[in-house]
């Protein structure tokens, strides 16, 4: 089948480059074990730092907007957009968990995912099926047949780069015309407002700069204590996911600006003119209060996990409740959407946790999770 065959291909690119990454830079490990102090700083006291980045944002001149679920998140974004029709997306998990994209769509507006993976699912008509890589379940030859279909002019037996650079050409388009920029963020600075996001297309630095408006969108959980820290959470995350060095770490801290006359910081520039942050809690802020789940937190969405763990090597990528998939899924699906029976396909191999940045112990939470499920249909 066309997924196993995707699946397989992925694991055996993917795997070996992280054990490799890892060999040659080990400071990785120590920055990793750091950075799991430093989240779960945050998480013992997530009032208070989500309290502070909104201070820190209003002081670069960015707008900060708290919401409590996702309905309050998409009439929030509403109300920013406007009359704005023309919006392009980055890959950001929060936006799909929110529905966002398909809210967009229903009020009239266009809107266009940018990241690769992403566009092949939004013009597939599919749910993500890996928290890196969304497209995972789809062959090399499937993503041609499907970029010929909807965008035309592709030869038959197109190369790898003969699709990328088909899409490029379709996307450059709206990336110039875009009105609005939304996309999410890998961490959030409490102390300082700023958002980093890692990429490796180029996709996220034209949704945040060439647009008028960028809107970042992202869970509580972002949040660490310094910019040191997000720069951490950056390079963690890239190792984990087989990506390092990245080709992009874009820093973003509020509306573009410039101080090239008498040194005066102004803004605009030549950038948007307005940088908001909708931080969202959907369950996050509940989540950090119960000791069964609060490790779940943690994750930074590398999607390690996913490919060393045998009950989603052998399912289809649907494991788990869109956008959320495979072992980190399982957890995050309970989180936000109060959904406990992807838990229930835990096997329990452990292999997760061995090779988690974070060392969360997700076979663990997962445990207490189909407690709480079969508790639940006991008393039903």
């Known amino acids: 089948m066309s997924w196993e065959i995707a699946i397989n291909r992925t694991i055996n690119n993917n795997v070996p480059r992280v054990y490799s990454v890892l060999e040659k830079y080990p400071y990785i490990l120590e920055l990793a074990e750091q950075l799991r102090k430093a989240k779960l700083e945050v998480l013992k006291d997530l009032e208070n730092y989500v309290e502070e980045t909104v ?23 509403r109300k920013i957009v406007g009359s704005r029709n023309r919006i392009v997306l980055g890959k950001s998990m ?7 994209r398909d809210y967009l769509s229903q009020i009239g507006k266009e809107v266009w995912e940018t990241d690769l993976g992403e566009f092949l699912i939004q013009i597939a008509k599919e749910h993500p099926s890996h928290i ?65 996001l890692v990429e490796n297309e180029g996709n996220i630095r034209f949704s945040t700069v060439s647009p008028s408006v960028h809107i970042s969108v992202a869970g509580f959980e972002k949040i660490v204590p310094t910019l040191h820290h997000a720069m951490m959470e950056a390079m963690v995350q890239a190792a984990y996911a087989g990506l390092y060095p990245p080709t992009y770490v874009n820093l973003t801290s509020g509306p ?25 809690d959907n369950g996050r802020l509940r989540a950090s209060k119960d000791s069964d789940l609060q ?31 495979g072992p980190m899924g399982a957890m995050w699906s309970y989180i936000v959407y109060n959904d406990a029976k992807p838990s229930t396909l835990c096997a329990h191999s452990g ?23 079969y508790r639940e249909q006991r008393k039903s």
């Open 55 to 77: 201070e820190s944002v209003k002081r670069i001149g960015g707008v900060p907007h708290v919401v409590g679920n996702a309905d309050e998140a998409k009439e929030e974004i």
């Open 94 to 100: 929060v936006a799909y968990e929110l529905g966002l």
């Open 132 to 196: 890196i890589a969304p497209a995972i379940h789809m062959s090399k030859e499937r993503a041609e047949d499907l970029v010929r279909k909807i965008l035309g002019n592709l030869p038959e037996g197109a190369t790898h780069e003969q699709i990328v650079m088909r899409v490029r050409e379709f996307l450059r388009d709206k990336f110039i015309n875009a009105e609005v920029g939304i996309t999410g963020a890998n961490a959030i600075a409490a102390d300082t407002g700023s958002i980093i």
């Open 256 to 280: 573009s600006s410039t101080g090239d006359i008498e040194m005066k910081r102004v803004s605009p520039a030549h950038g948007p003119r307005e940088f908001h942050l909708v931080l969202v």
């Open 295 to 325: 490790e779940a937190l943690l994750c930074i969405r590398c999607g390690r996990c996913h490919l060393h763990c045998p009950v989603y090597r052998v399912m289809d990528g649907s494991w788990g409740v869109p956008p959320y998939s």
């Open 351 to 373: 292999g997760c946790k061995e090779v988690c940045p974070m060392k969360i112990n997700i076979p663990r939470v997962l445990e207490k999770i189909k407690y709480r499920y």
